[in-house]
């Protein structure tokens, strides 16, 4: 089939890509000539594993190209999908304006018909709105041109995007009379054929069911990590492990394991923004959503949690003092700093006067440039990092190690190693890679989310 993806974000990139993989003839469109010309030399703006060489292979195929030509983008494509960014707005809500720019295009230059698919994480009503739009652009044509619109939301995990797109566990469509009917489903269910061969994982539903179920399930993994999060606050106080406590409720099949680990909070560029966009649609319905206002609360509070633990440790003036950080993306596999609780943590080191050392297996680059951000206003304060090449490199000399990546390379390290760097054999966890017992018979200091410190003594 005839696929064209207007934009090459990661949703963009990685759906193009996945696509042209099993035969489809992808078309990437973005307005950003200077992106364009990377992606045709090959360079991916992006980390995501096996990302590269499967847009290489697709590339040198002929099946994906990359341009910045709208009206070729518009012809080429018999299914149009809008997977532009939706960043939230000064009141929280969606910023639609890409969505809708996409749509103009589509409408002003299509000259047969089109099913255009809504890729992007859009509110409820902007498939009606997205349809609006092209209608007025046929109307000033003096058109008439048949076309649909599809909700089809993205599930894709940051550092697992292609294994997801390629064996999803659910495909959700939102097909129905208003929007395109019975000829738009056909040409879905072609193409996303050859991912329900081994079992159908479509769910057909109504489009405005569908934009609902990307946030709804978004603010539910988000609920189930603030709820872990609170509770381990809680059971710092009372002296209760909750990493005890994981095993004993995941294990009931009502709760499962899954999102419920105890941690320094979430970041990335879905949960923060699809419950703030969630909460502003609760608002325009006057509809308090309770339970999503405090999901926001706890994790923006969580994010202070290890540097409150350090402060507690240390003292409120960290003038004299330096730590080694490990981990800077908001999750691992990814180079991705949005909301990332390395941030929070960052600045409450360095206000108090804390030099650090930090390591990211991926994430360097794109940190300097978040951070040269954060301390526009206080750009002395960036004298006081220092980025390393390596985990180790990172420990020298460092009063205290803090983790706040889950990353694969520090699950298991050497904890010799570790005290002989450290000034002090102290670590504060923000993720719980380690037992406290195995942190105590190693003559470490040990402070995790929710676990007890064990101090060496």
Known sequence: MKVTIIGTGYVGLVTGACLAEVGNEVFCLDLDQHKVDLLNHGVIPIHEAGLEELVARNRASGRLIFSSDIAASVEHGDIQFIAVGTPPDKDGAADLQYVFAAARHIGKYMDGYKVVVDKSTVPVGTAHRVREVILEQLAARGSTI??????NPEFLKEGAAIEDFM?????????DETF??????????????????????TFWMDVRSAEFTKYAANAMLATRISFMNELANLADKVGVDIEAVRHGIGSDPRIGYSFLYAGCGYGGSCFPKDVQALRHTGAQYDHKMQILQAVAEVNERQKHVLGRKIIQRFGDDLGRRHFAIWGLAFKPNTDDMRYAPSRALLRQLLKRGASVAVYDPVATKEARRVLQEDFAEMPHLLEQI???????????????????????AFRSPD??????LLKEPVIFDG???????????AGIEYHGIGRTAIKHT
């Open 146 to 151: 048949d076309f649909a619109v599809v909700s």
């Open 167 to 175: 064996r999803p566990d659910r495909i959700v469509i939102g097909c």
């Open 180 to 201: 395109g009917g019975q000829r738009a489903r056909s040409m879905m269910k072609q193409l996303y054929l050859p991912f329900n061969r081994n079992r159908e994982r």
């Open 386 to 408: 220092r980025f390393c090449d390596s985990a180790l490199q990172a420990l020298q000399d460092a009063d205290a190690l803090a983790i706040v990546t889950e990353w694969k």
């Open 415 to 420: 904890l010799n190693q570790i005290k002989n």
């Open 431 to 441: 993720r719980n890679l380690f037992e406290p017992w195995a942190m105590a018979n």
